[in-house]
T-cell receptor
Framework: KQEVTQIPAALSVPEGENLVLNCSFTDSAIYNLQWFRQDPGKGLTSLLLIQSSQREQTSGRLNASLDKSSGRSTLYIAASQPGDSATYLCAVPQGAQKLVFGQGTRLTINP | GAGVSQSPSNKVTEKGKDVELRCDPISGHTALYWYRQSLGQGLEFLIYFQGNSAPDKSGLPSDRFSAERTGGSVSTLTIQRTQQEDSAVYLC????????????FGPGTRLTVT
């Protein structure tokens, strides 16, 4: 059974800092890994999808890496802004389709 | 184009009543998923549709929960005889259906059972 863990559970940093969020998974036989953002009271917004054949994926100030063999992914946020404050979730498919989520990292960027 | 939509956005119901939650996926997406997000359990999978059939119902917590999808589009999640532990945010997602494709989520329905 796939299990996903995210560290840290919460993170508070001043504006402008670069930061790294961590995600680990127990079964390395995955098709892909997806990073999401969730604002309070809202649904999930997909940030990045990394296919199993890829090592990293970039979108703007976000960069996600994937190391399947070690069961790890990191989400790097450059030059953080207060608008980046949200909960960040990583998820991997178990079997063909259904996603297994980590518990999330609650990020606060202080002006 | 339009994203995944869900209705209602909020639902308050009395214990023992039945509720129906609706999901409209992105047009053309053949795969549709229901998840539940609660404080104690995080985000958990409920059911997956490919077209109108549900090859994976393994996450439905009890036989009070059922779901259907018609016309390969709209899906309804029904909870019968609601209990307080059913209180959660119910999220719907859709994807083009092929393996390895991105899932897109709706805004969710917040269900409160009093």
């Amino acid at each position: 059974k796939q299990e996903v863990t995210q560290i840290p559970a919460a993170l508070s940093v001043p504006e402008g800092e670069n930061l790294v969020l961590n995600c680990s998974f127990t079964d390395s036989a995955i098709y892909n890994l997806q990073w999401f953002r969730q604002d309070p009271g809202k649904g999930l917004t997909s940030l990045l999808l990394i296919q199993s054949s890829q090592r990293e994926q970039t979108s703007g100030r976000l960069n996600a890496s994937l190391d399947k063999s070690s069961g790890r992914s990191t989400l790097y946020i450059a030059a953080s802004q207060p608008g980046d404050s949200a909960t960040y979730l990583c998820a991997v498919p178990q079997g063909a389709q259904k996603l297994v989520f980590g518990q999330g990292t609650r990020l606060t960027i202080n002006p | 184009g339009a994203g995944v939509s869900q209705s209602p956005s909020n639902k308050v119901t009395e214990k023992g009543k039945d509720v129906e939650l609706r999901c409209d996926p992105i047009s053309g997406h053949t795969a549709l998923y229901w998840y539940r997000q609660s404080l104690g359990q995080g985000l958990e999978f409920l059911i997956y549709f490919q077209g109108n059939s549900a090859p994976d119902k393994s996450g439905l917590p009890s036989d009070r929960f059922s779901a259907e999808r018609t016309g390969g589009s709209v899906s309804t999640l029904t909870i019968q005889r609601t209990q307080q532990e059913d209180s959660a945010v119910y999220l719907c997602a859709s994807s083009p259906g092929e393996l390895g494709r991105e899932q897109y989520f709706g805004p969710g329905t917040r269900l409160t059972v009093t």
